[in-house]
């Protein structure tokens, strides 16, 4: 599988450049779209399953052309928006049932072995009774990702997975995005929240005001924040000068104070030990050093 973006570009009426001409690889297994609200995620995603159309630039999938196949494309992908409605009257296998029929399988005996397969996957089974509205805000994403699932798509799309879920429900819906990943599948999640990248995906993109300003692996990007995570000692009195000198990533109440984690090239006046960064150092480093325009 390969997905091939070239130029992308996306002005809505009314003026907002929402994507100024992105260029992106994509393979099999789990890609990552990181980058603040607003970035141009969701028109991202919404132009790759066709739901929308770019002002400019081109999207090849395999040998396909984005604009030209729009129909075979249609029929390879599986698309997570980021809400999800489901019928109110229906149950979670009605539902499934009836998005299985829509994806073209007519035989009743092999919809009720798909559907079957497929709760057990998403490990919805013993809820299929349940009105599908009436679902936990995880068991709901996990419907959804079931129902992207079901024409067994070669790409699926996932906008902002995790957004409103616990953290027990976070970790089971990143696992089950992974499990998929093992197949021959391209699986595009694209989110606001680092962990849902940091511990799932191989590859990453970092979106900033429409243009990608890093590609490559999570530990690509965390090396950008080597020699530049610091953890600094600072008394009550220093804390809201610290706030205001450097980006903070976490602030923990220690003995005699605090310990804040900062990143930046030097922690000027404050004594501070470096420490191992991670993917939310390197994420916040690299959105502060964004040129402003
Ligand atoms: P993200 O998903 O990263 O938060 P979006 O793609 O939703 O980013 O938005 C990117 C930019 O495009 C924002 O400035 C947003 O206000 C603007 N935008 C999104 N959808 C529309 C629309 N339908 N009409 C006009 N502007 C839009």
Known sequence: MNISVEGLSMTYKGGTTALAGVDLEIGSGMFGLLGPNGAGKTTLMRILVTLMKPTGGSVRVNDLDLQKNRREIRSMLG??????????????????????????????????????????????????????????????????????????????????????????????????????????????????????????????????????????????????ARGRAWKIRALDSELEEIKTTFPVISTVPADDGWEVHVVADDTGRWPGEEVEPDLEHAYVYFMENQPEN
């Not at 799309?157 to 992974?178: C, H, K, Q, S, Y």
Request: hydrophobic share 40%; proline share 3%.
């Open 79 to 224: 698309y997570l928006p980021q809400e999800f409605r489901f019928f109110s009257k229906l149950t979670t296998w009605e539902f499934l049932d009836y998005v299985t029929r829509l994806a073209g399988l007519k035989e009743a005996k092999k919809r009720t072995k798909a559907v079957g397969e497929m709760l057990e996957q998403v490990g919805l089974y013993d809820v299929r009774d349940r009105l599908a509205n009436k679902l936990s805000g995880g068991m709901k994403r996990r419907l959804g990702i079931a129902q992207a699932l079901i024409g067994e798509p070669k790409i699926i799309v996932v906008d902002e997975p995790t957004t409103g879920l616990d953290p027990e429900e976070r970790i089971r819906f990143r696992n089950l995005l992974a499990d998929m990943g093992q197949k021959d599948i391209a699986i595009i999640l694209s989110t606001h929240i680092v962990g849902d990248i940091s511990s799932t995906c191989h590859n990453m993109a970092l979106l900033d005001r429409g243009r990608v300003v890093f590609r490559g692996s999570p530990d690509g990007l965390i090396e950008k």
